[in-house]
C-alpha cells in the first residue's frame, strides 16, 4: 500500500512553468508504476503521463508532449511533473497515482492510490 501527496500547484500566467511533487508513503514505492492526471470542472479525468518503476520509460498523450515531463526519485520515494509552456486550458486539479491493474494505463481505472490532488490555475 502506498499513500501519496501533491504539492506545488498555483496560479500562474500562460507560458509559466510549475513543477508539480508527489511524495509518497510506503516501502514499496520503487515497485509501482506511477502516472499523474489532471481534472477540469465539469470533464473526465485525464491521463498525462507515466514512468515506469525504473524511471527509465515515460509515455504522454498528444496533448501534453513536449511541454510535461515526468519524472521520479525513488530513494526520495517522490514522483515530479515539470510543466512548461502552460495555457489556460491547462487549469484543473492534478493528481499523481499508482497504478495497480495492468491494463490500459491511460484509463484512472486502472490506479489504485490517488493522492488528494493539487490544484494548478493558468491565467491568460
Known amino acids: 500500500q502506498v499513500q501519496l501527496v501533491e504539492s506545488g500547484g498555483g496560479l500562474v500566467q500562460a507560458g509559466g512553468s510549475l513543477r508539480l511533487s508527489c511524495a509518497a508513503s510506503?516501502?514499496?514505492?520503487?515497485?509501482?508504476?506511477m502516472g499523474w492526471f489532471r481534472q477540469a470542472p465539469g470533464k473526465e479525468r485525464e491521463f498525462l503521463a507515466l514512468?515506469?518503476?525504473?524511471?527509465?520509460?515515460?509515455y504522454y498523450p498528444d496533448s501534453v508532449k513536449g511541454r510535461f515531463t515526468i519524472s521520479r526519485d525513488n530513494a526520495k520515494n517522490t514522483v515530479y511533473l515539470q510543466m512548461n509552456s502552460l495555457k489556460p486550458e491547462d487549469t484543473a486539479v492534478y493528481y499523481c497515482?499508482?497504478?495497480?491493474?495492468?491494463?490500459?494505463?491511460?484509463?484512472?481505472?486502472?490506479?489504485?492510490?490517488w493522492g488528494q490532488g493539487t490544484q494548478v490555475t493558468v491565467s491568460s
Open positions: 497515482a499508482a497504478l495497480v491493474r495492468a491494463r490500459d494505463f491511460t484509463d484512472y481505472r486502472s490506479y489504485g492510490y
Open positions: 514512468a515506469r518503476e525504473s524511471g527509465g520509460d515515460s
Open positions: 510506503g516501502r514499496s514505492f520503487s515497485s509501482y508504476i
